[in-house]
C-alpha cells in the first residue's frame, strides 16, 4: 500500500499519519519533517531554508526531491510508502510517479483531509504555543493556505483523475477521524 496524505496546514497529517503507519506498517516519509531536522542541526540546507519556511513559501525542489530519492532508495524493501507533505506540486508529483515506476510501484490510495478555514487558524495557533514552531502564526498561516490552494490543491486532480482520491472529514476528534481513514484503507 503506498498512500499520499494531502490537506492544508494545520489539518492533522502528522497527527493521522503517525496512526497509519503505526497499524499497515508504512515507511513514513514527511518532508516537513526532514526539513525541520536540517533546520534544527543547523545543516548547510537547513540554514539556507531556514527563511523559506519561516515565511510560508515552499522549499525549491531541487532540495527537495533529493531527499526523496534517498528515501525512496533505502525504504524500497519496506511493506509500502506513506507520503504525508509531499508532493506539494506538479514536478514533485512527477517525480514521485517516475521514482515508483522505477521499482514497479503506484500510488494506491490519496488520502485528503478536508478542514474548515476557521479550524485551520485554530489548530495552528494552538499548535504554536505547545510546540513553538516558527511557521505556526496567524501571518505566515495565511501564506501557507495561499500556497497550498494555488499549487498544491491542483495537484490532487493529478490524482482524483485516476479514482485515488478519498475525501475525509478532517473535523473531530483524533480517533473519529483515525476511524473513518482506516475505514477506507481497510478495503483497499
Ligand atoms: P509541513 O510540516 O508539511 O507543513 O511543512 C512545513 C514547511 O516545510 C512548508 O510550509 C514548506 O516551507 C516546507 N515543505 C514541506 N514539504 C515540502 C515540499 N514537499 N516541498 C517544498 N517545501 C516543503
Do not use: C, W
Not at 81 to 99: E, S, W
Not at 119 to 140: F, P, V, Y
Request: a negative charge; proline letters at 3%.
Amino acid at each position: 500500500m503506498n498512500l499520499i496524505l494531502f490537506g492544508p496546514p494545520g489539518a492533522g497529517k502528522g497527527t493521522q499519519a503517525a496512526l497509519i503507519v503505526d497499524k499497515y506498517k508504512l515507511a513514513h516519509l514527511s518532508t516537513g519533517d526532514l526539513l525541520r531536522h536540517e533546520m534544527s542541526s543547523s545543516t548547510e540546507l537547513g540554514n539556507e531554508i531556514t527563511e523559506i519556511i519561516n515565511s510560508g513559501k515552499l522549499v525549491p525542489n531541487h532540495h527537495v526531491l533529493k531527499m526523496i530519492k534517498i528515501f525512496i532508495e533505502n525504504n524500497k524493501k519496506s511493506n509500502g510508502f506513506l507520503f504525508d507533505g509531499f508532493p506539494r506540486n506538479q514536478d514533485q508529483a512527477n517525480l514521485l510517479d517516475k521514482l515508483l515506476a522505477n521499482l514497479d510501484l503506484k500510488i494506491t490510495s490519496v488520502i485528503l483531509l478536508e478542514v474548515d478555514k476557521e479550524s485551520l487558524r485554530e489548530r495552528i495557533l494552538s499548535r504554536s504555543q505547545k510546540e513553538g514552531r516558527a511557521d505556526d502564526n496567524e501571518e505566515t498561516l495565511i501564506k501557507r493556505l495561499e500556497v497550498y490552494f494555488s499549487e498544491t490543491e491542483p495537484v490532487i486532480a493529478h490524482y482524483s483523475n485516476k479514482g485515488l482520491v478519498k475525501s475525509i472529514d478532517g473535523v473531530g476528534e483524533i480517533n473519529d477521524i483515525n476511524q473513518r481513514i482506516n475505514s477506507i484503507l481497510d478495503l483497499v
